[in-house]
């Protein structure tokens, strides 16, 4: 990011008409909000600069978190169908836009537009699934001396900390269970992709009442300066473990809840009586997907040893295959790294793939530009890696890259690949293939992670319950157990009294 400061002075204007897709303005009590400094977010396939976006200041969050308690107090009120209505028209709206939301998303991000689309829709399922979701009262006692009831009251203000690897979707699996719950939320997208979040916080105005969505913009300082302001009730983080540390360090301070989803080390397990190609296919999609770039990507693949030979050489081949280049190119699987300091952190990887001597089956290498390609030689760009069988204790088998580099293993023996899939301090997913239904529920039981797929990767929806275990991460998202985390607790003891 660069940063510049604008030309004009610090103003307010009112959120009407329809989204332009060239302006940024962080949203405050249903108004836009310029700021006196702008900072410009990076094509990552280009290395050019975008749009002036805001930067924040201590101002911009005090007025934010003013505006959310003063909403609150209506908002708190409202019906849980009139919530239910709001998102299932912003739901809408969204799809309404989804040419343009996918463009911008492709120029900020970096992935392939058949991507980005993807990406809008399932930000729209997002909104409107959570909708599917009830959270009533439960009656404890009914009896004739005394009735006990428990109910789920909104925490009040809550902030959602986006990140960059999927800013629409993840936004708006924060969005449905904060207003569905009750409470106003301010989006706190990240430096790098602020743009999608910016102008879905814009599209909502014209369906919450003012101060109910807001979101803020900014630099490094902006998250600190949130998740450590008493006006804050909850804060909802999807980022790296790292980062986690430091939010709910910060929380701690006023006792603010957290539901930190984290980084993963998401391991495949594939047994020896699977379809080789078919399976070797599916696990490398689910592997380089968003150039790897996705906390449940598969980033550990442990073939059985009967197979292994058959199943690297597959393996390879449809990796092999897989074309990386600029998202807005035809046929495109694998976009840029996002940004320059990811991009630097998987070449440390590929670096001791060669330090360590390790066998490189393809890849191990960004990619240069070749003649009329120019965009490759600026940006981000990595060519989708496997290393053959490396030792359990290397940097690509215990660290998460978040890039395009994926290590194949061996394994012979099933309470061996338990324990080794399991010797990670990450516990976030993992997937089991095989044709043998009772294995792969035996395996899955004793996988000390938050989700488990059998013969498949990746698939979450809003109404089931997504966390982490270990240094995954702290709490629910989505599902009942979603809505849960965005309330307080209320029991109710009503003794009957005697006629």
């Not at 006792?255 to 020896?272: F, K, S, Y």
């Amino acid at each position: 990011m660069t940063m510049a400061t604008t030309s004009s002075a610090s103003a307010i204007a009112t959120v009407v008409g329809p989204l332009d897709f060239t302006t940024f303005s962080n949203i405050i009590d249903g108004k836009r909000s310029d700021t006196e400094i702008s900072r410009y977010g990076i094509n990552p396939a280009t290395n050019e600069p975008l749009f002036p976006a805001p930067v924040s200041t201590p101002a911009d969050v005090h007025a934010a978190i003013a505006a959310a308690r003063v909403a609150s107090k209506t908002w708190k009120k409202s019906s849980v169908e009139d919530r239910k209505k709001r998102l299932r028209e912003l739901s809408a709206a969204l799809i309404s836009y989804k040419a343009e939301f996918a463009r911008l998303l492709t120029t900020e991000q970096g992935k392939p537009t058949v991507f980005a689309e993807q990406e809008v829709d399932f930000g729209a399922y997002w909104l409107a699934g959570t909708c599917e979701l009830d959270l009533p009262e439960q009656v404890v006692e009914g009896s004739a001396e005394r009735f006990v009831r428990t109910r789920y009251v909104p925490l009040g203000v809550a902030v959602g900390i986006v990140p960059w690897n999927f800013p629409i979707m993840l936004l708006c699996g924060k969005l449905g269970p904060a207003l569905l719950t009750g409470n106003t939320i301010i989006i706190k997208p990240s430096p790098f992709t602020p743009y999608c979040g910016i102008k879905i916080v814009e599209l909502a105005q014209c369906y919450f009442p003012a101060g109910v969505v807001q979101v803020l913009s900014g630099d490094d300082n902006l998250g600190p300066w949130l998740t450590a302001h008493p006006g804050i009730d909850k804060i909802s983080l999807t980022g790296s473990t790292a980062t986690g540390k430091r939010v709910m360090e910060s929380a701690s301070r006023n006792l603010t809840r957290v539901t930190l989803e984290l980084g993963g080390n998401d391991a495949a397990i594939v047994c020896a009586d699977v379809d080789v190609d078919t399976v070797a296919g599916q696990v490398a999609q689910a592997a380089f997907l968003n150039s790897g770039q996705i906390c449940i990507a598969i980033k550990r693949v442990y073939v059985h040893a009967n197979i292994y030979i058959a199943f690297r050489c597959a393996f390879v081949n449809h990796v092999a295959a897989l074309k990386v280049g600029n998202g807005f190119e035809p046929g495109t699987f694998l976009g840029p790294v996002q940004n320059k300091l990811q991009y630097e952190r998987v070449q440390v990887f590929l670096e001791d793939a060669a330090k360590q001597n390790q066998s490189v089956l393809t890849g191990g290498s960004v990619l240069e530009s070749s003649e009329g390609d120019t965009d490759k030689g600026r940006g981000f760009f990595v060519q989708p890696t496997v290393i053959d069988n490396p030792s359990d204790d290397s940097k690509i088998v215990v660290e998460e890259p978040f890039g395009p580099v994926v290590p194949l293993l061996q394994w012979s023996g099933v309470e061996e690949v338990i324990a080794r899939v399991n010797a990670s301090d990450m516990g976030l997913g993992a997937s089991v293939w095989t044709k043998d239904r009772s294995l792969a529920v035996r395996i899955a039981e004793e996988l000390d992670v938050g989700s488990v797929w059998v013969n498949e990767h990746l698939s979450i929806r809003p109404t089931a319950a997504f966390a982490g275990h270990k240094k995954s991460g702290i709490g629910s998202e989505w599902g009942v157990d979603g809505l849960k985390a965005y309330c307080n607790t209320q029991t109710i003891f009503s003794h009957k009294a005697s006629e």
